[in-house]
């Protein structure tokens, strides 16, 4: 969508160039430089609201909420997963890891400050740089799609795992909620634009133009990054191939994010300050009420496909005496 800032401040524009052909480079690039602001821009906080929300979505896909002894983090960014998985209690010790340094050193920063008990590596997920057989839990947000090659991600965590160890991807977008999610973005982003542009009366609702270059110009290496999207089915067959057992891929949000994709577009396009707390609490509030009716509703006759985030569990074969 074009709502992202510009790549960040200290890459050269070869560096930018070349990351139009390198998709982990242009991960590298585009994650630093959101590092500082990635909490901000996505709503991320580290208190009841987030904890439940996290805690809900790993219960949704696990099944069981812990508690894990020791889990490991691919693509943590700022650690929104893991460090609300282990404030619910759902994991006891922790090491985060990320391709982008940037998100690391913060998500790190973030836990120091939360009192947690956690370690950081920089680390691509098709190579993860811990030995066999250390975690219990291996869990990613939001990364699966960012990942080149998915299958072999999924041999290292099966490597990494304990036997019986297991794995929660969530967060990740479905082929088909990826569309419609992406139109619904990009009408709104042309819609918003245009019209407090065209309307003298909202000309203070339109985000300086240098600045909507720069989204501009970041959506175009956002489309470098966001690689895949999936079919719940073809994930559960991905993990299979990797060696993982009892298997299951699990959607969720419908209305919820025809709902949340235009109105994170909206307060993309428009300046910060005239979005109070009263918008913040009806995005919120409205988004949890559409995710309940998508739940409690719509998941019952409706096929899994058609839901926008696809989360996947696994675990790596129990070791036989
Ligand atoms: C969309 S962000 C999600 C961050 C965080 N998990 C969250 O939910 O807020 C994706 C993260 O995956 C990281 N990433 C991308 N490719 C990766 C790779 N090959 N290995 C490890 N991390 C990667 C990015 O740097 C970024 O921090």
Redesign the pocket.
């Known amino acids: 969508m074009a709502t992202d800032p510009a790549p960040h401040p200290h890459a050269s524009a070869e560096e930018v160039e070349a990351a139009y052909k390198d998709p982990?480079l242009a991960?590298?690039l585009?994650?630093d430089w959101?590092?500082g602001t990635?909490d901000e821009k996505?709503s991320?906080s580290y208190d009841d609201r987030c904890i439940t929300y996290a805690v809900d979505r790993f219960k949704a896909v696990a099944g069981d909420t812990g508690p894990y002894e020791h889990a490991l983090?691919?693509?943590?960014?700022?650690?929104?997963?893991l460090l609300n998985l282990m404030q619910g209690d759902v994991i006891k010790k922790g090491s985060v890891?990320?391709?982008?340094p940037g998100?690391v050193e913060v998500a790190l920063r973030n836990a120091q400050h939360l009192g947690l008990d956690v370690d950081g590596r920089v680390?691509?997920?098709?190579r993860i740089p811990y030995d066999d057989n250390t975690f219990d839990l291996v869990v990613?947000?939001?990364?699966l799609h960012?990942?080149?090659d998915v299958e072999a991600?999924m041999r290292e965590v099966q490597r990494v795992l304990k036997p019986g160890g297991k794995f929660v991807f969530a967060?990740d977008p479905t082929n088909i909620g990826n569309f419609y999610a992406r139109k619904l973005g990009q009408a709104t982003w042309w819609l918003t634009t245009n019209v407090t542009k065209a309307i003298p009366a909202l000309n203070d609702w339109r985000r300086p133009q240098e600045e909507l270059d720069e989204s501009s110009r970041a959506a175009a290496l956002e489309a470098v990054?966001d690689l895949h999207t999936f079919d719940p089915g073809d994930l559960e067959k991905t993990a299979r191939r990797a060696g993982a057992v009892e298997v299951r891929a699990v959607t969720d949000e419908l209305t919820a994010a025809l709902f949340g994709w235009p109105v994170r577009t909206f307060e993309a396009a428009v300046p910060r300050e005239k979005l109070g707390f009263s918008w913040a609490m009806f995005a919120y509030r409205t988004w949890q009420n559409l995710s309940w009716v998508d739940q409690n509703v719509f998941a019952k006759v409706l096929p899994r496909e058609v839901f926008y985030n696809v989360s996947v569990t696994g675990k790596k074969p129990a070791k036989r005496d």
């Open positions: 982990k991960n590298v585009y994650h959101e590092a990635y996505w991320i983090e691919l693509g943590c960014g700022t650690g929104f997963f890891t990320d391709l982008s998100m680390a691509d997920a098709e990613g947000h939001a990364v960012h990942i080149p991600a967060g990054v």
